[in-house]
T-cell receptor, first 113, second 114 residues
C-alpha cells in the first residue's frame, strides 16, 4: 500500500508570491491534516479536511487555505508569502473509521526568499 | 488555547540506559495520545500510541503510560541503542480524537551515546 505522498518535495519562492502544495493520502483514508514544522515552534496544526469539508482550523492567518477533492487528495495554498512562512509543510492522513492513527508524508520544504 | 508541554527538550543517555520523556496536556476531551519519532530529514513516524481507556501500553523496548487525572503521559525506552537517536514528539487529540487533528509537544532530541 502506498504511503502518503506530498509534492513537490522542495520549493523556493519569492516574498509576495503564492504557492500550492499537494498531498495524496493513503488509499481509503478520508481525513487529511496539514501541519507546519519549524525549528522554533515544532509541529503546528493548520487545518483538517474530511470528505471535502474543512472540519478544523488552527491559529494561522487567512493567507493559509486548503481544499480536498472527491478522491481525498488535498491541496494547501499560501498567498502573499512572507519570509516567516519558510518551513517544512507536512500532511497526515487518517482512516478514522479504523482509528485515529495519523501517518505523515515526507513533507514539502518551502523556502521564501 | 489547548496545548501540550513536553520535557526535556534534549536528553543524552548511554547506550543500554533507559530514557523517559514526559508530556502534559490541557484539553480534558483529549482521548488519544500518539508518539512520533523523527530522524533527521525524514517524516515523523508513529511508534506507539495510547487511548484514554488504557493506563499503559508496551511494544518491545518502548512503553507509554497515561495518567488521565493528572493529564500526564510518558514515553519509556529501555535498553537504548544508537539508532534510537532522533527527535521524539508527543501529541494529544483535539475534539475527542474522532477528528484527525493533533496538538504536538515541541519535541525531545534524544542522543544515545555508544
Amino acid at each position: 500500500k502506498a504511503g502518503v505522498t506530498q509534492t513537490p518535495r522542495y520549493l523556493i519562492k519569492t516574498r509576495g508570491q503564492q504557492v500550492t502544495l499537494s498531498c495524496s493520502p493513503i488509499s481509503g483514508h478520508r481525513s487529511v491534516s496539514w501541519y507546519q514544522q519549524t525549528p522554533g515552534q515544532g509541529l503546528q496544526f493548520l487545518f483538517e479536511y474530511f470528505s471535502e469539508t474543512q472540519r478544523n482550523k488552527g491559529n494561522f492567518p487567512g493567507r493559509f487555505s486548503g481544499r480536498q477533492f472527491s478522491n481525498s487528495r488535498s491541496e494547501m495554498n499560501v498567498s502573499t508569502l512572507e519570509l516567516g512562512d519558510s518551513a517544512l509543510y507536512l500532511c497526515a492522513s487518517s482512516a478514522l473509521y479504523r482509528g485515529p492513527e495519523a501517518f505523515f508524508g515526507q513533507g514539502t520544504r518551502l523556502t521564501v526568499v | 488555547g489547548e496545548n501540550v508541554e513536553q520535557h526535556p527538550s534534549t536528553l543524552s543517555v548511554q547506550e543500554g540506559d533507559s530514557a523517559v520523556i514526559k508530556c502534559t496536556y490541557s484539553d480534558s476531551a483529549s482521548n488519544y495520545f500518539p508518539w512520533y519519532k523523527q530522524e533527521l530529514g525524514k517524516r515523523p513516524q508513529l511508534i506507539i500510541d495510547i487511548r484514554s481507556n488504557v493506563g499503559e501500553k508496551k511494544d518491545q523496548r518502548i512503553a507509554v503510560t497515561l495518567n488521565k487525572t493528572a493529564k500526564h503521559f510518558s514515553l519509556h525506552i529501555t535498553e537504548t541503542q544508537p539508532e534510537d537517536s532522533a527527535v521524539y514528539f508527543c501529541a494529544a487529540s483535539m475534539g475527542g480524537g474522532s477528528q484527525g487533528n493533533l496538538i504536538f509537544g515541541k519535541g525531545t532530541k534524544l542522543s544515545v551515546k555508544p
